[in-house]
């Protein structure tokens, strides 16, 4: 018999046949396939038999619109199966979960004849209120990195790709698509890049879409350093990179520096600019190859998968959701065992949020359920009794005003009950694509709610379901607090299952829960102006900084409660069985060469998984150090009375920082520190370990005094400066336009008031009459923040670029630059 082809050697017949074929193609046809043929397809050819390959949004599920398309989640799609957002993904810490979830999706891309899915989205929560916080993993970057690759290999295990998205430092929805990202090289490769480099060493991404902000000046679409010196280079990625939709400012740039694919599919607005620049060999004819070359390989490798003819099971996929709703759930509160309850419990449900769940978030990756469990229906149908729970909205969802008629039926359930579990969370309106949070609030009228209830009982339980921290005033005087966040379809018989203890809670927070929005140190700086956002607060993001500033918390990254207890026993060294003493740095791989250990008890009654974490810091040091930092994780399955001996993996990576005067990982050689535990505040083993070789501790750099006093936040513009190595780049000015000025930007003109007009009214035509709260803020920031380029990109022809320019130059007064344009229009 023979042996199936390795994935190296079909790589490799790929390319070799992918070479011969653009070989074989005009530059014409060679541009016109770095560029999609529709909103969601690439361009095929067909006298090779290159089929039209279909890319499709997610990542908690496929958005594949057979009708109209749009990237803000506007029209229909095909039903599929809703998983939790990756927010809630990531409060699994389960690998094997991720990989299961990413196998589903790939099957039921198959089934759809769908090439590439649109995710994961690894960026980082720098703040609590990027709107697009439920999309992303964590707060740090090694969880976001394990999460992202293993739900990539579960995705491309079934034949067909993943983007990596969004590439990089998109870390915010203001003003996206024109933001200039000022961060340091340092912050830079330790925080914001290697959730996308781990990725990518792990899974090799078939796709990686670069995001649309400017990152120290360049946009990442022509941004030679991230995309050819960094991603291909250095980390080895031999996928495609994507733009993100509309992301393209100068498509040859964008050719030169790696970015080899433009979407959506404009009519080829950029070809005539693509071949001029070979004209003059400001681009290679070998730089536009090496781009087609890697679409048709992207297009060779889907091939056997749409040859499938292959169906999914709905009812398995329903509940292998389930599972990672289950896994999402975190508890964060649970005084004197109050969850999980019995179902003789005399319950009242409250809050309109169990009778219309909020379980997706909103914009592109929104998808069409193939069914939704409703949480008061699930709770019904659990306990089975002649006798439902009552049930009052307390709230409406589509307005936030104090509806006290609510709130009174609302006691009356509550005076009369044992027990009352409140559903509270964030309406669409508060967290979307486009737009960020402008405060980490309940809705008031929810809270008001919740403070009446808290007077009438003291058995209160609050489940939340959002995308991203919220603040908790209320956290004292409730009894159990249940963070559910966007559980996606299964979501509500999940929340049913851990409420009665069908399901032991085991989820642990991917990120920090702030007491206040200002606690964040990057608060003073998010989302900074417009055109230009700086990173001023460098490494201390998430736990790195409220951790080693001391400051309190609501709830510290890695907790999570279970209805079970652990005791943690023995840190050892896996090779000796002795506590460990000491390392050689240069005998350690990159990530891994040191093995340690410990045992983990389960001391409850209930059988649960726990999440250990490993934390390492640095004693000794002479660059500026978060006190501990996530370097490795395993999740356990433990019997009541069971222990389980966990390892974990370490390499240089977990002891380096990086250099930004030699541009590499550094180890200094020292005294460190590793810890083992429950959550990043709840440590319970720890050692300290000598790093033997690696480079000298000198004394710090006083310019970055700021930065060693974290807790002052004291990041000014000197500090700033010295961190970045150079002055802090000038926002340019608004005036004179150019292409890449906003819709808002030229409101003021004649010409920006007819633009914008025309824009809205051809957006429009695409949404229903009654535009509720979360689309208007949805279609404002996309209309205002819109660049002038994207119209040609929009208007599919309609708005040609000669006529962009003649209204740019229009609108800045240069009226003989206008007539020329007029006089040559077209002719380029
Ligand atoms: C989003 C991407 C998405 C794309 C296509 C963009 O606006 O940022 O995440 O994949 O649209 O819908």
């Not at 926002?731 to 007009?757: A, D, Q, W």
Request: hydrophobic share 40%; with cysteine.
């Amino acid at each position: 018999m023979m042996n199936s082809p390795t994935p190296e050697l079909l790589d490799r017949v790929h390319r070799e046949t992918a070479t011969d074929m653009v070989r074989q193609l005009s530059n014409v046809e060679k541009a016109s396939l770095c560029t999609g043929r529709t909103f969601w397809e690439l361009q095929g050819v067909e006298r090779f038999n290159l089929p039209s390959i279909w890319v499709t949004d997610g990542p908690h599920g496929l958005r594949k619109q057979q009708g109209d398309s749009d990237h803000i989640g506007l029209s229909d799609s095909v039903p599929a199966i809703c998983f939790p957002t990756a927010v809630g993904l990531a409060s699994s810490w389960n690998r094997g979960l991720l990989m299961a979830v990413g196998e589903a999706l790939g099957q039921a891309c198959v089934a759809e004849q769908v090439s590439v899915l649109l995710g994961p989205g690894v960026n980082i929560k720098r703040s609590p209120l990027c709107g697009r916080n439920f999309e992303y993993f964590s707060e740090d970057p090694y969880l976001s990195g394990e999460m992202g690759a293993a739900w990539v290999q579960g995705v491309q295990s079934e034949g067909v790709g993943a983007s990596l998205k969004h590439y990089a430092a998109n870390n915010q929805e203001g003003h996206r698509m024109v933001v200039d990202a000022v961060i340091d090289e340092r912050t830079l490769r330790e925080i914001y890049l290697p959730g996308f480099e781990i990725t990518v060493r792990k899974a090799q991404p078939w796709t990686v879409m670069c995001s649309y902000n400017l990152l120290n000046g360049t946009y990442l679409a022509e941004n030679h350093l991230l995309l050819t010196r960094i991603l291909k280079e250095e980390w080895g990625h031999t996928g495609l990179i994507v733009s993100d939709w509309g992301a393209c400012n100068d498509r040859v740039k964008g050719i030169a520096a790696g970015l080899e694919l433009e979407m959506p599919g404009n009519g080829g607005i950029h070809t005539p600019a693509v071949l001029a620049a070979l004209a003059c060999g400001e681009l290679s004819e070998a730089q536009l190859d090496a781009a087609a070359i890697r679409v048709v390989e992207l297009i060779l490798k889907s091939r056997p998968a749409l040859e499938r003819n292959a169906t999914y099971d709905r009812d398995a996929h329903h509940l292998i959701a389930r599972r990672a709703a289950e896994e999402s759930c975190v508890l964060l509160k649970n005084a004197a065992g109050l969850l999980p309850l019995s179902k003789q419990e005399n319950v009242a449900i409250i809050g309109a949020l169990a009778a219309t769940p909020r379980f997706q978030g909103s914009g592109s990756s929104q998808i069409n359920p193939t069914q939704l469990d409703i949480p008061l229906e699930e709770i019904r149908n659990l306990l089975a009794t002649d006798n439902p729970p009552p049930f009052a909205p307390g709230y409406s969802l589509t307005h936030d005003d104090i509806d006290q008629q609510l709130i009174e039926d609302a006691l009356t359930l509550a005076r009369d009950a044992g027990t009352v579990v409140l559903f509270a969370g964030l309406p669409d309106s508060y967290e979307s694509e486009g737009f960020d949070r402008n405060h980490m609030r309940l809705p008031a009228a929810q809270l008001k709610l919740i403070e009446a209830v808290m007077r009438v009982t003291d058995r209160l339980v609050v489940v939340l379901q959002n995308g991203a921290p919220v603040e908790v005033p209320f956290l004292d005087q409730v009894g159990a607090l249940l963070e559910t966040y966007l559980g996606g379809q299964a979501g509500g018989s999940a929340v049913a299952r851990v409420l009665f203890g069908e399901v032991n809670p085991s989820g642990k927070l991917a990120e920090t829960f702030p007491l206040r929005l200002e606690d964040a140190a990057c608060h003073d700086w998010f989302p900074g102006e417009p055109r230009q956002v700086q990173y001023r607060e460098g490494l201390w993001v998430g736990y790195r900084f409220f951790d080693t500033s001391e400051t309190p918390v609501a709830f510290p990254f890695g907790h999570g409660l279970s209805y079970t207890t652990f005791t943690y026993h023995q840190l050892r060294d896996a090779e000796t069985d002795l506590p460990p003493e000491q390392v050689d740095s240069d005998q350690l791989g990159e990530w891994d060469g040191l093995t340690v250990k410990c045992d983990i008890e389960n001391t409850g009654a209930v059988a649960g998984y726990e999440i250990a974490q490993l934390y390492i810091g640095a004693d000794t040091h002479s660059v500026y150090r978060p006190r501990r930092e996530l370097r490795d994780f395993v999740k356990v399955w433990l019997e009541p009375g069971q222990t389980h001996t966990v390892v974990f993996e370490l390499g240089r990576r977990g002891f380096a920082y990086w250099d930004k005067d030699v541009h590499d990982w550094m180890v200094e050689a020292g005294d460190y520190r590793i810890g083992i535990g429950a959550s990043s505040a709840d440590l319970r083993l720890s050692c300290g370990l000598k790093v033997l070789s690696g480079t000298a501790a000198t004394p710090p750099n006083p310019a970055l005094q700021a930065y060693l006093e974290p807790g002052k936040r004291t990041f000014d513009t000197a500090a700033f400066t010295a961190l970045l190595g150079q002055p802090i780049p000038k926002v340019n000015p608004t005036f004179p336009y150019h292409p890449n000025s906003t819709l808002g930007e030229i409101r003021g003109t004649f010409i920006g008031r007819k633009l914008h007009k025309l824009v809205l009214r051809s957006v429009k035509e695409m949404v229903p009459d009654e535009v509720d709260e979360k689309l208007d803020r949805i279609l404002g920031a996309m209309l205002g923040e819109m660049p002038l380029r994207n119209l040609v990109m929009l208007s599919g022809g309609k708005f040609p670029p000669w006529l962009l320019t003649l209204c740019i130059h229009l609108m800045n007064g240069q009226y003989w630059h206008a007539l020329k344009t007029l006089i040559s229009r077209g002719k380029r």
